[in-house]
């Protein structure tokens, strides 16, 4: 699988670490906006010997024939919200696309949705597998045990401001009012960790996700990009790509 | 929903105490092995007003026609393994039966099949709903992550001498070697609580159930009882009264 | 050790099961407000076979003479704030006096202090030895990583209003504005949970205490009746049975 | 303060990274066994503009006057145990030592005291300062509940083969078999978690230490370094450096 990716920040960075790892993929180029690294080997940038992932900045390429001149299977991006406006080139040349951007305005939405009547688009404002079955797994055990309390506690480092994006995804997706049920707690470097408490009257159970690295984005990307290399053009979504391990399941999901 | 109760051990009565609670269902009789509080209430000996629960002795009634003259929709065993030489009938009377023995010799296994062809059984070994959910979702997250580490470590009070037979079911159902990935930790009066922790490279997912009281047993025996309700003679799991709410992700385990 | 309690409610019941248990000491008797059970053995209402702790009501008896028809060595304190009236009578007979009030008013705490020129009365809102080692250790902890950031979190069942009176004293012995630094989460029956998160850049330190039942509370105040029946007139504090120990040990840990 | 430091392995370049972070202290020179990086700035090595930490190798230095030429307050070791042969030199010179070396031999143990008489040396073999605390927290909680049950279980990345060597020394400290109380699950790629757990019939404390990255030990030593500096020749532990600031706690505590 010959990969893109779009985006060299400190995720871009891990992300591309696990991607020049996996054996089954290969990393042929890096797009990213400033021209910091342009024309070096993302491999050698990351200290490795092999020559992988040479790095492009999107200021100094012709969008229009970029993708059709460095052919890729998938593109993943990692960048900002703002790449949104190279999907419809990528999407053209038949490249599908990973997007693991997390704040889309609603006209970029558009222009995402757009793209994806020419292209396989999987859309995941947060890529783990961890976080995306902590996702699902606590939507099914809220169909079990609807009466049950449910609290989101999320720990992050000390100087990350804002409510955990994704702590505000799992309150929406449970219908959860973000402000009174998600507990934030800042200190020191840890460096996330989420947990879900559903608490009966006799037993209370908790769904934990601790991440040790930014690697784990790349890792995620990989396994969302392997599922979405045989898809045909559409939207996907992250829940799609567990759902269909678990067998009859997403069916039954998309009609609820 | 008319009940009768097998059992009135320790957790026998918490078991009443829940079906005492529950505004839907009825608590008709209690049937125990000894002809201690034969002839009381269980409402009465645990303490309520009402009287609810005419407690027979095993010893003392013609099994032939108890559940002909003493008709209930459902009959909840928390006795002991021995019990199932009842099951014939209550079969025969078409009782529905919910039965959460945990350790029934081949034999026994047998005598419950069979009675489960004439009426609906539900068998489950442990039948709090939190457990089963654990159980469930760890299976799903093995499919999505094949390659992680697990491992489970369960907790209970200092005096509980064997492993937990609810690990012992995880690990079973994960394929685990029972004697290396279970860790039991015995300390003071923990009342039980179960943690399966996933391990990957970058992230870890942790399922954990936290057992409050032995009331829990009851809960999950009104959940299981109102879903066995409607059901036709066979025999039924646990797993599948959280499957079917799952959607269609019965057929799928079943198929696999 | 002869023991008279006060307050007989939810926790004053569970402390005297814990009395009632122990064979150093012996429960006398019990002292409540209103007249029910009065006359009556404490040891007989919960249960129990033996004839211990005759329960008096404040209504009926003579608080001038009760303290010395009934002597005691320690009077333990679980009732409410407007038992401190009491204490005079007591502190005159010579019975030393563990207080486990939470909410004294300035006024009350005046009368308490009043007291214990003439007798030795340990007070402590929080009596359970968990919750005070966690006190003394994570105040002993920010001497020694005084740049670390503290977290509380608490968690207690649903219906359980307001934030946990030991989270308060907690972040008030840290230093911390209880506002910004306690975290309540309220979710089924958990009994009750604190755990104090310190995180440095590289490591998280958690000191967690998890309550199974209210007979915590009485172990607690056996605990500190042993230590305060040699001890002479004066206030004392629940820090002081420990930080005893602690001085112990620290002079045994220079000879090591 | 002038600081040296022996070892550059994954430990000592984490080290080194908190060395030159830090604003009091300078990193005058690391010493290593190969000749790799021999002639470079440890901060250049690091990827750091400044040039601190001239590396040399032992197999190029004359050890006699090598502590005489690179004067230095403090060494740091997080070499091996063979580099003890370089004490005697170094106490020579008066220059302090923090060993973080975790398996001496007797024979080296011996060579290490014998330095001692010349200089200060604080020997620790886990030297964060977390993991010191939970080691002197829960050896405070066994004094005062000595018959609490008390188990260790300990966390790390599935290729760590041995017991952790800090999850034995706990044991071993607390009087503890380490074959029946430390449990140890291997997942992932968990960094280091350990919990000491102490149970109770009515109450569960956790002491919870969870390692973020291997910088922990450039703070712990660096902790160690300030408290060192002022010490006169002799051994010194870990354990008494925090245990001062508990000797300074303690009375503070009692004129509160």
Not at 79 to 99: G, L, M, N, P, Q
Not at 134 to 143: C, G, I, Q
Not at 190 to 217: D, P, W, Y
Request: net charge neutral; with cysteine; hydrophobic share 40%.
């Amino acid at each position: 699988m010959r990969i893109g990716l779009m985006g060299f920040g400190k995720t871009g960075k891990a992300v591309a670490e696990e991607l020049l790892k996996d054996s089954g993929s290969r990393l042929e180029w890096v797009l990213k906006s400033s021209t910091e690294h342009s024309g070096n080997y993302a491999s050698e940038v990351l200290g490795h010997g092999s020559r992988q992932g040479l790095i492009y900045s999107i200021q100094e390429v012709d969008l229009a024939t970029f993708f059709k001149k460095h052919p890729v299977d998938i593109m993943v991006d990692f960048s900002s919200a703002d790449s949104v406006h190279c999907y419809a080139s990528a999407a053209h040349a038949k490249v599908r696309i990973v997007s693991a951007i997390s704040n889309y305005s609603p006209y970029q939405l558009d222009v995402l949705k757009h793209a994806s009547r020419s292209t396989a688009i999987l859309y995941s404002p947060n890529i783990t597998i961890g976080i995306n079955f902590l996702l699902e797994a606590s939507k099914f055990l809220k169909t079990i045990i609807p009466h049950a309390d449910i609290e989101i506690v999320e720990e992050h480092f000390a100087t990350k401001k804002d409510i955990s994006g994704t702590a505000v995804r799992i309150a929406d997706q449970l219908g959860l009012n973000e402000r009174e049920h998600i507990h934030s707690v800042r200190v020191g470097g840890i460096v996330g960790k989420h947990e879900i408490i559903f608490g009966l009257e006799n037993q209370t159970i908790r769904l934990v996700h601790e991440s040790i690295s930014r690697n784990a984005f790349g890792q995620g990307a990989l396994y969302a990009a392997k599922w979405l290399s045989s898809k045909t053009a559409g939207l996907y979504t992250m829940e799609e790509v567990l759902g269909i391990n678990a067998g009859q399941r997403r069916t039954a999901l998309k009609s609820s």
